[in-house]
């Protein structure tokens, strides 16, 4: 049976429709300093900038509606990632960071040779750090 697609980031399943949804979401300009946003490079190349607090995960659509937050899909074959898997925090005044959302396999940081368990508890994110999600590595650029 063919994979059916849907709108507002609840199912991506090809790069193509990954990048329509990922241009599809507000661009935020930093306007002072300490504003920023975290880019997210996925590892089919598609980049997603994320100017605001967000859910990440296979399916964060509807969970992301009823918090009020941006639902970013990742597309995971495998699916070592969870529906909702981390939240990423992106504030003007604070560092941005990730959190575990309860996921079923972890949530890792790696900076370049160390690893960070991530927990429920934000963890700062720095350039160039890659969020594993279970198996999917998700490389950061991190605008301050």
Same mark, same amino acid.
């Given at each position: 049976?063919? /994979?059916?697609?849907?709108?507002?980031?609840?199912?991506?399943?090809?790069?193509?429709?990954?990048?329509?949804?990922?241009?599809?979401?507000?661009?935020?300009?930093?306007?002072?300093?300490?504003?920023?946003?975290?880019?997210?490079?996925?590892?089919?190349?598609?980049?997603?900038?994320?100017?605001?607090?967000?859910?990440?995960?296979?399916?964060?659509?509807?969970?992301?509606?009823?918090?009020?937050?941006?639902?970013?899909?990742?597309?995971?074959?495998?699916?070592?990632?969870?529906r909702v /898997?981390? /939240?990423?925090?992106?504030?003007?005044?604070?560092?941005?960071?990730?959190?575990?959302?309860?996921?079923?396999?972890?949530?890792?940081?790696?900076?370049?040779?160390?690893?960070?368990?991530?927990?429920?508890?934000?963890?700062?994110?720095?350039?160039?750090?890659?969020?594993?999600?279970?198996?999917?590595?998700l490389r950061?650029?991190?605008?301050?």
């Open positions: 049976m063919p /994979h059916q697609h849907r709108d507002a980031g609840a199912d991506v399943t090809t790069p193509e429709m990954l990048n329509r949804v990922a241009r599809s979401l507000p661009v935020w300009e930093p306007t002072r300093p300490g504003s920023g946003y975290i880019e997210l490079t996925h590892p089919d190349g598609a980049r997603v900038r994320i100017t605001a607090d967000a859910v990440i995960g296979r399916q964060p659509g509807e969970f992301a509606e009823k918090e009020g937050l941006i639902g970013i899909p990742v597309q995971d074959p495998h699916r070592s990632v969870s /898997h981390a /939240h990423l925090w992106v504030r003007p005044d604070t560092p941005a960071s990730v959190s575990d959302a309860d996921s079923g396999n972890g949530t890792r940081l790696q900076r370049g040779e160390h690893y960070i368990s991530v927990a429920h508890e934000p963890e700062p994110l720095e350039d160039g750090d890659i969020i594993w999600l279970g198996d999917v590595g950061t650029a991190i605008q301050r």
